[in-house]
């Protein structure tokens, strides 16, 4: 396994010593693909991460049955709460609730989920590839996924659109796939964090504010 970091940031790892493995996963669909990362830097403004709201399924229009937008339900776990039909074609069953771990190996899940604690504590975007397990009489199944940060209606990070793009047969579903390497980049987004400011003192008998209530009342009416 070998690291090396270049420019923006960028750390890739990878886990197969297979190079052009690496060079045939990055190859898919990669106009496609790339459509789908300009699409995502449009969204961005004042070079922040794009609202959820901000995202328009026709913007991604080329790879709309492979997209899918997830939300972070605990570090470095997310939900499927959109998919395309290319997903529930890979797991032979209706994605959407389902975590994305899901289309993983038992044994790639944790390197998953170290990815996914980047995309959102950073902020970076994700791009795996990935190789599905081989089965007997199965013909060899690539892909590739790709993930960007996006912004809850609530204004935190805690979105993320992506797409699993892939090439053969998906064969007899579930498939699931390893990570043959991954590309974590991060992400500038002109945030500067305020300084903190000491909390005024308190007095020891004050008015309460017009928004505290003392009490709940339950009012009846005949």
Wanted: proline fraction near 8%; charge should be positive; aromatic fraction near 4%.
């Amino acid at each position: 396994m070998s690291v090396t970091w270049g420019t923006g940031e960028q750390m890739i790892t990878d886990l197969t010593g297979a190079p052009g493995l690496a060079r045939h996963a990055q190859g898919l669909r990669a106009r496609d693909i790339e459509a789908f990362r300009r699409y995502w830097s449009r969204m961005r403004k004042s070079g922040d991460v794009p609202r959820r709201s901000d995202i328009d399924p026709r913007g991604i229009a080329p790879v709309l049955s492979e997209a899918f937008v997830a939300e972070r339900i605990a570090p470095g776990l997310v939900r499927l709460r959109i998919a395309g039909n290319h997903l529930n074609d890979l797991m032979g069953m209706e994605v959407r609730g389902m975590p994305l771990s899901s289309f993983l190996r038992p044994g790639d899940r944790d390197r998953l989920a170290e990815c996914l604690v980047d995309l959102f504590d950073r902020p970076a975007t994700l791009d795996l590839d990935l190789v599905a397990e081989r089965r007997m009489g199965s013909a060899p199944l690539t892909g590739r996924l790709v993930m960007m940060p996006l912004r809850s209606d609530l204004g935190d990070i805690s979105r993320a659109l992506g797409c699993l793009v892939t090439e053969g047969p998906c064969g007899l579903a579930p498939r699931r796939f390893a990570i043959s390497r991954s590309r974590i980049t991060g992400i500038d987004t002109g945030a500067v964090a305020e300084p903190e400011r000491p909390a005024p003192a308190l007095s020891a008998t004050r008015a309460p504010l017009m928004s505290e209530r003392p009490y709940l009342r339950l009012v009846t009416k005949d």
